[in-house]
């Protein structure tokens, strides 16, 4: 727990330091009030007992003053302490957003970190751990600053005393401990069965699924399954609270033999020593004092270890290194790309994805990877694109592994399309570009044809995309919005364009226009891209077919048709052979 805590302070310090400062303010003012009150009430008892009431009432009204005062100042620094509290917490979620950001992209397909990342989020949004971690550092330190202060006191008084709160506070320590323990077991268990609920009830709240809902049988799965998880779930809190409450008594019952202890042993010791009564009083003060800080700065440990253990996985997440080699190469222009015995298996997998695969793209060329479903072609791209290291082999740029290069200028410098890319509900433009040059980004528009439609709009390319935000914004279909992803991609003006399946959603006109443009459009760079439309690997200088894991071939179209044997000839042929169907029924119509 101790090093937790203090790998989180030292986290949240690095983020936050105003707040820790103020918490010393708060700590300082705490005790500071504390001890004068037992020292003025004490003193004003003396003063009557002494029968000199005027000091009395002078004392009396020093202790209201300079009571309000250091309750004002009190006020105060809790309130900027709050204040740094919120400011901590909102720039924690920046930090981990950045964090996630910046992760190496394999961990974003893992299991192991995805729940890492769920256990993160789970404890703070639905336990505020961060919030409450700060606070309870905070009140435990003023505790320790009280307890250090009284106790000094006590022990020069009496060290029965302290015996009978040690024994007692140890025992309730017991009761918390396995109070806690139990939570925490319940809190584990929960969270894979929360990763799912939450997984069924965001999909079933998608608008773009509610088609299947209607037409399959999948979204009466998933109602069935969230039906389960909530009676498993409100069984499993029903247990949880029955033995909480349980803890709970036997704690309160503890506490009550503690008081009564302490309080009969200061009767007892009244009865046969004569003290003065001044005296009798600011001790019982500090022993009052002491206890209740005690008791708290327990609770406030327990509640600690709980919170400690709740914000691990942040601590955790907060410490994930990169395990990517980061070279410092810049990548200026793209000459050559070349794979060279590059093997390839997915973290935590057996299944050898890519077998010893070579090949090289020289400036300028247009290749097509073309393959049956699962083959490997886009692990290609993300090994390229660096979202993973290869396993065996290396690739090279330029002649250089493209280990060596850094790795933000690197990705910097490829554009790149994914089956599964996504538009973000900003403005148009801000999808493209955040930073964009109006006529660069009409240019681009224009050569995916999308420049009429954004000119037309109301708020032209600063229309929202989406109305998530802004009712006023719009919605595109699938195509333009590939038509869209094509241009960001365009309109990073990059040496190397890489476009995985891009034109699958586009009209046959729209993707036909494309590919005979494709030469103007990609401003004769080098292109490699992915697609299952087999007419539009004519349009490339070479074709590497991909035949589970291997290269069968990388020839340019006419060669490969030669071989009528080949993967690449019957993929071609009963596509065409579709698209002779289709026309033929066109014109028969
Ligand atoms: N993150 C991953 N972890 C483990 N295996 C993966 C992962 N991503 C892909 N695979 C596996 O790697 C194999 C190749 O996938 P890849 O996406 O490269 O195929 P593809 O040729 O692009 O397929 P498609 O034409 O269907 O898009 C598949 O069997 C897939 O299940």
Do not use: W
């Given at each position: ?37 037992m020292?003025?009430?004490t ?13 009395a ?93 009284l ?10 005393i ?18 806690l ?7 584990k ?39 389960d998880?909530?009676?498993?779930t ?10 909480s409450?349980?803890?709970e ?5 503890l ?23 001044s ?7 500090i ?35 990169s ?10 222009e ?6 060279k ?22 400036a ?22 660096r979202l ?17 290069y850094d ?36 240019k681009?528009?224009d ?19 989406t109305?998530?935000?802004?009712p ?54 080098t ?11 004519t ?39 579709n ?7 066109i014109?028969?119509?």
């Amino acid at each position: 727990m101790i090093k937790k805590l203090i790998k989180f302070v030292n986290i949240t310090f690095r983020i936050n330091p105003i707040y820790y400062f103020i918490m010393l303010l708060v700590s300082g003012v705490t005790i500071i009030g504390l001890i004068f009150n037992m020292y003025q009430i004490t003193y004003m008892i003396d003063m009557l007992l002494n029968q000199t009431k005027e000091e009395a009432l002078k004392a009396g009204l020093y202790l209201v003053v300079i009571n309000v005062l250091i309750y004002t100042v009190k006020t105060i620094l809790e309130y900027f302490q709050e204040n740094e509290s919120l400011k901590t917490k909102q720039k924690i979620n920046h930090y981990l957003a950045k964090k996630l950001m910046n992760m190496p992209y394999h961990y974003l397909e893992n299991t192991y970190y995805l729940d890492l990342k769920e256990r993160a989020r789970f404890a703070n949004d639905n336990q505020d751990a961060i919030g409450q971690l700060l606070a309870q550092l905070s009140s435990a330190f003023s505790s320790v600053v009280t307890i250090v202060s009284l106790g000094a006191l006590l022990v020069a008084y009496d060290y029965i005393i302290i015996a009978i709160l040690g024994v007692t506070t140890l025992m309730s320590i017991l009761v918390i401990l396995k109070g806690l323990k139990t939570q925490l077991g319940f809190y584990k268990d929960i969270i894979p069965v929360n990763r799912k609920y939450n997984y069924y009830l965001s999909e079933l709240g998608k608008v773009k699924y509610a088609k299947e809902y209607r037409f399959s049988d999948m979204g009466k799965l998933m109602q069935r399954e969230l039906k389960d998880f909530t009676e498993k779930t409100v069984k499993n809190f029903d247990k949880l609270n029955k033995k909480s409450s349980l803890y709970e008594s036997l704690l309160a019952s503890l506490q009550y033999i503690q008081m009564g202890g302490i309080y009969l042993y200061l009767g007892f010791k009244t009865l046969y020593q004569t003290k003065l009564i001044s005296s009798f009083t600011y001790y019982t003060q500090i022993i009052f004092n002491f206890y209740q800080t005690l008791v708290s700065f327990v609770r406030q440990l327990i509640t600690l270890k709980g919170l400690s253990q709740y914000v691990a996985p942040f601590i955790e997440l907060a410490e994930l290194k990169s395990t990517e080699e980061k070279g410092s190469k810049i990548l200026e222009e793209i000459k050559t790309v070349e794979f060279k015995n590059v093997s390839f298996t997915y973290p935590n997998t057996k299944n050898q994805i890519l077998n010893n695969i070579s090949f090289k793209i020289n400036a300028n060329e247009k290749i097509s990877i073309v393959g049956l479903n699962g083959s490997g072609k886009t692990t290609i791209i993300k090994l390229l694109t660096r979202l993973y290291d290869v396993t065996e082999g290396e690739i090279l740029i330029n002649d250089i592994n493209i280990k060596e290069y850094d790795i933000k200028n690197y990705r910097k410098i490829l554009s790149t399309v994914f089956q599964d890319f996504k538009m973000f509900s900003y403005d148009i433009a801000s999808n493209i570009d955040p930073t964009y040059k109006k006529e660069l980004l009409y240019k681009v528009l224009d050569k995916v044809d999308l420049k009429d439609k954004i000119e037309g709009l109301k708020f032209k390319e600063k229309t929202s995309y989406t109305k998530d935000y802004d009712p006023e914004g719009v919605m595109f279909s699938g195509g333009e919005e590939q038509k869209m992803a094509i241009a960001r991609a365009l309109y990073k003006q990059s040496d190397l364009i890489i476009l995985d399946e891009p034109t699958s959603a586009l009209d046959p006109m729209t993707e036909a226009a494309i590919y005979e443009n494709f030469n103007e459009i990609v401003l004769n760079k080098t292109t490699i891209y992915i697609s299952h439309r087999m007419s539009s690997s004519t349009f490339c200088d070479k074709i590497l077919v991909i035949n589970d894991g291997k290269v069968e071939s990388f020839l340019p179209h006419k060669e490969l048709m030669k071989n009528k044997e080949s993967l690449y000839y019957q993929l071609f042929m009963s596509q065409a052979k579709n698209y002779k169907i289709t026309k033929e029924n066109i014109a028969h119509v």
